[in-house]
């Protein structure tokens, strides 16, 4: 027998259409560990959406180790927020029909799957059913079910009895755990995904790839002659991902279209994925405009890296959820004329930065990025100037773990920029690698995830190093 008790009485008495219809909120658990454990996630949120549950926010992911059955592959689980006019057993219906569609077969109880999804939380409403218990049972004591429902309904309660209890006072109250959990964010196809929470981890290199002729580093240098052999010296020094860019953004250049910034990056993306020696590499693209990202995409990128972060073109959060792949949001006030004037942070640095990323997350949340899918730029230089990169820098880890902003994964540019040249008197962005690599250090030390470089040999290096004194 069901019992429910819904928010509003009105409902349970009202037996009207405009009731029935009424759009509803639940929590879904997302949970894989079989195949392509990410894929299978986010076709199952397709496949959601495609029958009127629409997905509205998305926890990050977590990657688990297997409970009661051991011998089987580690397990990717996450949560949604999702809107629906199914009452809670014809959402269980739904959901079990989506697990059959996609090939689901329950060979043991508690055994390896494809994919899993259990309704959470329906609303505030208790559901007894042989069916269907809600909330479900267990939330409170599973570790891998409260972190990412915690990153999206932290302060809902799961216990009527206790409804100054919140989610996120029951992620607290657990144990602390032989090795903490970290969130996963998907690459690209064969290409290891970050593990942002990780202590062991690698710091990825992403080599700075410009195919312009004004990068204020480096234009014009990547002739198509040498282009080849450039990608090569890259990957041989300990490049992971490459960022291509075609426009640049420095301030004071001028603004190329998008079909000349299409035109220099296209053949640039398809050179570097038609080379063997580059097969596992990570390909990115450094555009704010959705156009470029799209083509890009369709010529084999991976990574939409974004400096406006959706600021500058308002089609482009909209088609990076269109394309599913992993983006970067950068944070950045105003566009490359206007952003040095833009340096004013009355409330604090750190502080401000938080609040402008948090907004950004929400609107791509909003566009329908998920949140895995996401990793996040500080913007060293960008409405930055001075010493106030170095502060930047110096309490990278407050913002790193600012709450709304933990586990995200997060890319550090610090690459030549102007306030290196300033501190170390070296006037010339080339000749700046020694203060690089100090930052460089420094970002591997307060948890950088990816750090984005020119002198890809050098810094390849140094991030071993680094990697070898704070990370193993």
Known sequence: MEKSFATSPERQRCGCAEARDAKRTAYIALGSNMGDRVAMIEQACKEMGSRGITVKRTSGLWETEPMYVLDQDRFVNGACEVETELEPLSLLDELQDIENAMGRKKVIDKGPRNIDLDVLMYENEIVDHERLKIPHIGIAEREFVLRPLAQIAATKSIDATKPWKMIQDYLYDLPPAREPLSTL???????????????????????????????????????????????IKFVKGGATMIDVGGQSTAPGRPQVSAEEEIKRIVPAIELIRSLPEAQGIAISIDTYRASVAEAAVKAGADIVNDVS?????????????????????????????????LNDYPEGLIPTVAKELLERVAAAEAAGIRRWRIILDPGFGFAKVGEQNIELLRHFEELKNWPGLEGLPWLLGSSRKSFIGKITGVATPGDRIFGTAATVTAAVQVGADIVRVHDVVEMGQVVKMADAIWRY
Do not use: W, Y
């Open 185 to 231: 964010t998907p690459i690209g196809e064969g290409i290891q995904p970050l593990n942002a929470l990780k202590s062991h981890r690698k710091t990825h290199v992403m080599a700075i790839l410009n195919v312009t002729p004004d990068s204020f580093s480096d234009g014009g240098t990547h002739v198509p002659e040498s282009l080849a052999r450039t990608i």
């Open 309 to 341: 972060a959706g600021l500058m073109d308002l089609e482009m959060l909209p088609m990076m959820a269109k394309l599913g792949k992993t983006v970067c949001l950068m944070h950045m006030r105003g566009d490359p004329a206007t952003m040095s004037q």
